[in-house]
C-alpha cells in the first residue's frame, strides 16, 4: 500500500489554526466537531499528551489552542482506524514536522503496547495544514508510509516545485 496524499479538500475546524504561528513550531490541532452548545473545537485524547512527549525530547510542539481553552473527547474503541493527527506549521519544510509524526508514532506505540515496528505498519491520518500558503494536506497510509510521503512533500516543497496533482495523488 501507498500513502494517499490529497491536497485541498480538508479544511482545519473553525477556531482550531493558532492566532500566530512560530516558523520553528508545530501546532497540534484539533479534529472533532464542537460538543453540542459549544463553538470549541476538541483534541482526541490521543494527543492530549504529544506536546509534552515532544517537549521532553526538545521538539517544538504546541497545541493550536490556548491552555484552559481545550477539550477532549475520548474515544474508546479498539480499531486502528481511530488514530489521526491535525498538524499545522507555516511550511511544509519545517525540520519538525516529520519528527512530530514520528514521536507521535512511537507515542502510539508506547500507549497501546505495540512494538514500534507494528505501530509503523499502523494506519494513520495527519492532516497539515500550512498556514503561509493556506495549502491543506491529508496524508492516508501506515505510519510509516504517510512520514515517507511527508519527506516527498518537503522535498518538492524545498526546492519550490509545484505537484503534479492536486487530489488523489499517491505518493510514499
Do not use: H
Not at 4 to 21: A, C, H
Not at 52 to 77: H, I, N, W
Not at 92 to 110: E, H, N
Amino acid at each position: 500500500m501507498t500513502a494517499r496524499i490529497t491536497e485541498g479538500e480538508w479544511t482545519p475546524l473553525p477556531g482550531s489554526l493558532p492566532e500566530t504561528v512560530n516558523a520553528d513550531t508545530v501546532y497540534v490541532l484539533p479534529t472533532r466537531a464542537p460538543a453540542a452548545g459549544s463553538d470549541t473545537p476538541r483534541y482526541t485524547d490521543t494527543v492530549r499528551y504529544l506536546p509534552k512527549v515532544a517537549r521532553s525530547k526538545d521538539v517544538p510542539v504546541e497545541f493550536a489552542t490556548p491552555s484552559g481553552t481545550r477539550e477532549y473527547l475520548a474515544e474508546y474503541s479498539v480499531d486502528p482506524e481511530m488514530w489521526s493527527l491535525g498538524l499545522a506549521c507555516l511550511q511544509m519544510a519545517s525540520d519538525w514536522l516529520i519528527l512530530t509524526v514520528t514521536l507521535f508514532i512511537s507515542y502510539r506505540a508506547d500507549s497501546q503496547g505495540w512494538k514500534p515496528e507494528e505501530a509503523e505498519q499502523l494506519p494513520l491520518k495527519v492532516t497539515v495544514a500550512e498556514t503561509s500558503t493556506s495549502r491543506n494536506y491529508e496524508i492516508e497510509g501506515s505510519g510509516a508510509e504517510v512520514v515517507e510521503a511527508l519527506k516527498v512533500l518537503q522535498q518538492e516543497r524545498g526546492r519550490g516545485g509545484k505537484r503534479s496533482k492536486k487530489k488523489g495523488d499517491r505518493r510514499g
